[in-house]
């Protein structure tokens, strides 16, 4: 029996069905079903029985083995976190991951966070998607995830932090016939650069359901799937593009025409995210304290 098949288990069994779990898990249905299967003729009984001929649900043999297999789980998700604890002592690292529209605020933690700390700490970081991000901590590759979009981890904490409005962003010379702010109609009628994530979600989705309602026909010159392809096309004058407010640095507003948007429909809640773990580092337990005060 592995490791990774009581895991599997576990969240088919919270999932409710193995399309689900394997969505969850990022990985393909047939695989999934595979490993369960082995794993039940390991066992030498069914863990599930089909429901209507649609879903699937515990069986009493399986009620009694997902109460011990998250026992086991659990006690080994500790083992691992105390020895990160004792590997933080040496190395003294802290993964953060960000999406690119979080990634002001994260950087101002940071800077809050080495000015309340004594010791040295190094920072591993890693910018990806919502979803990307929920997955890399799901797996422990990071400690803490500033995100916006969640998904149905059953082990991770959601805590709101701020509400983040966006604006409208277009090199100064492209927009100087502009009022100070603009409105939805204006900004449908102009040379539009979206970042879209992978799976076309987030605030991607936001802008263009919202322009779809309002029966708008709107000129994205270009769909981009990297921040710095983004920030290339605006900096070359290519078009404008709808950010969250806390992106806005100073450089930004010497650089940019930066309007508010009239009757604002476009906003981000800023979540942060992390394991819900018995035991934590001590590291990580004072940035989170730290935000959250």
Not at 104 to 130: A, G, P, R, V
Request: charged share 25%.
């Amino acid at each position: 029996m592995e490791f990774r098949q009581l895991k599997y288990f576990v969240t088919i069994a919270d999932a409710g069905s193995i399309t689900k779990a394997a969505k969850t898990l990022n990985i393909s249905q047939p695989p999934l079903s595979r490993q369960l299967k082995i794993l039940e003729a390991e066992l030498g009984f069914k863990l599930f029985k089909r429901v209507n001929n649609k879903g699937i649900a515990l069986t009493e043999q399986g009620v009694f083995f997902l109460e011990k297999a998250r026992e086991l789980l659990y006690k080994t998700d500790n083992i691992i976190m105390q020895a990160r604890e004792m590997d933080e002592k040496v190395n003294k690292k802290l993964s953060i991951g960000t999406t690119i529209y979080s990634s002001q605020l994260m950087f101002k933690d940071i800077e809050n966070y080495q000015c309340l700390i004594t010791d040295n700490i190094n920072f591993n970081i890693w910018e990806e998607d919502s979803l990307s991000l929920l997955h890399l901590l799901n797996d422990r590759k990071i400690d803490i995830a500033y995100i916006h979009e969640t998904e149905s981890f059953s082990e991770i904490m959601y805590v709101p932090i701020i509400e983040d409005y966006c604006v409208y962003v277009a090199p100064i010379n492209n927009e100087s016939h502009l009022g100070k702010t603009i409105s939805i109609n204006e900004i449908a009628e102009l040379p539009l650069i979206l970042l879209d994530s992978n799976n076309g979600t987030g605030l991607y989705k936001q802008i263009v359901d919202t322009l779809k309602t309002y029966q708008l026909n709107p000129e994205i010159l270009c769909e981009c799937h990297d921040s710095s392809v983004l920030s290339q096309l605006l900096a070359r004058g290519f078009g404008g593009t709808i950010l969250p407010s806390s992106l806005i640095t100073d450089e930004i507003r010497k650089k940019y025409t930066v309007l508010p948007i009239q009757n604002n429909p476009w906003k981000l809640e800023i979540k942060l995210a992390w394991k819900k773990d018995n035991y934590q580092p001590t590291h990580l337990s004072k940035y989170i304290d730290m935000i959250l005060e």
